[in-house]
C-alpha cells in the first residue's frame, strides 16, 4: 500500500496526520488478518488503545508505528520512512496549543479538524457562526459564556477566533456554506453598534467566492434541522470521511459513521433549499443594518 500525501500547498494539521496515518494503520492490520488484540500486545498496550489509535484519537509513539509496520508485513524502506514520517509529523502543536489553558480539550480537536477542512457546512440557531464573527460580536459572545473569567483569558478566547476566520481569506481557504436561523440575526448582542458591525461584517463575508449565507425565515416554520446547529466538516484526503460537530455547554459530539452523516447531509440539504437565497439574504441583511 503507497501511503496517502496531501496535494502540495495543503498540508493537513496534526490531528488530521493522526487521523490518516491510524487509517493506514488499521487497513495494514486488516489486510493481514491481525486482530487489534495482537497488535495491542506487540506495543505493549491494550485492544481499545489500538482502536484510539486508529480512529486517530491518541497520539503515536514512533516505537510503535515500527513495531506495528514490522508485525503488518512492511518491509519497504520508502513506505516505512513515509508513515514514520507522518506520525512525527502528527506530533507538530498546531497554533492553538499556545491557548490550550482558555480551550477545552474537546475544542481543541475541533479546531485542529476546522484548520484541515476542505469544505465546511453549518447551520446555527443562535449566534452567528465563529468563522463570520466580527471582532466586537465575538467578544460580546464570549463575555456571555463566560461570566467572571478575566480579561486577559475573555481576549486570548477572541484571538483564536479571529485567526480561526483568517483561514476563509488564505490561498487554501475552505468552502464555506452558512444557514443561519432568522432568530441569529434578531437576538441583540452586545448592543445596536456591535450587531451594526455585524450585519456589515457577515454582508462582506458573503462577497468572498467561498463563503455562501443563508437565512432560515421565521415564516417557513418548522424545517429539517429542529435539532440545533451542527457542522459538517469535509477534507480533501480521500481517505478520511466527513465529519459531524454537535456541541453542548461541556463538550462536543465528532460524528463520523455514514449513517449518521447522512442524516445531517440530507438535512442541510433540506436547510438549503428550504432558505432564502443567498441574493435574498444580503438584502435582509441591508435591512437589517438601516434599521438597526
Known amino acids: 500500500m503507497t501511503p496517502q500525501t496531501p496535494a502540495p500547498g495543503a498540508m493537513p494539521g496534526s490531528t488530521v496526520r493522526r487521523i490518516l496515518l491510524g487509517s493506514q494503520l488499521r487497513r495494514l492490520r486488516e489486510s493481514k488478518g491481525v486482530s487489534r488484540q495482537e497488535a495491542g500486545y506487540v506495543i505493549r498496550a491494550s485492544e481499545s488503545k489500538i482502536s484510539r489509535l486508529e480512529l486517530g484519537r491518541v497520539s503515536f509513539k514512533e516505537r510503535d508505528v515500527a513495531d506495528l509496520l514490522t508485525l503488518y508485513g512492511v518491509t519497504d524502506e520508502a513506505e516505512r520512512e513515509a508513515l514514520l514520517q507522518l506520525a512525527r509529523d502528527a506530533k507538530a502543536p498546531g497554533w492553538w496549543h499556545r491557548y490550550n ?23 446555527e ?20 459564556g463566560n461570566a467572571g473569567a478575566p480579561e486577559q483569558e475573555i481576549e486570548d478566547r477572541v484571538t483564536v477566533r479571529m485567526q480561526r476566520a483568517q483561514r476563509l481569506h488564505g490561498p487554501n481557504a475552505p468552502r464555506l456554506w452558512a444557514v443561519l436561523d432568522e432568530a441569529v440575526l434578531k ?60 456541541e453542548n455547554l461541556v463538550g462536543a459530539l465528532y460524528l463520523d459513521k455514514r449513517d449518521d452523516v447522512d442524516t445531517y447531509l440530507q438535512a442541510m440539504e433540506r436547510l438549503c433549499v428550504d432558505s432564502e437565497t443567498p441574493e435574498r439574504t444580503i438584502e435582509m441583511l441591508d435591512e437589517l443594518l438601516r434599521k438597526t
Open 101 to 123: 489553558d482558555v480551550l477545552p480539550k474537546w475544542f481543541q480537536a475541533y479546531v485542529g479538524l476546522e484548520e484541515a477542512a476542505a469544505m465546511i457546512r453549518t447551520y
Open 125 to 144: 440557531c443562535q449566534f452567528v457562526p465563529g468563522l463570520l464573527q466580527c471582532e466586537e460580536y465575538a467578544r460580546a459572545v464570549i463575555r456571555l
Open 187 to 246: 437576538r441583540v448582542i452586545g448592543g445596536p453598534s456591535v450587531m451594526r458591525s455585524q450585519f456589515e461584517h457577515l454582508i462582506a463575508m458573503s462577497k468572498l467566492p467561498n463563503v455562501t449565507i443563508q437565512v432560515m425565515p421565521f415564516r417557513f416554520g418548522g424545517h429539517a434541522a429542529e435539532g440545533g446547529a451542527f457542522s459538517i466538516l469535509r477534507f480533501p484526503e480521500p481517505d478520511l470521511p466527513d465529519v459531524v460537530y454537535v
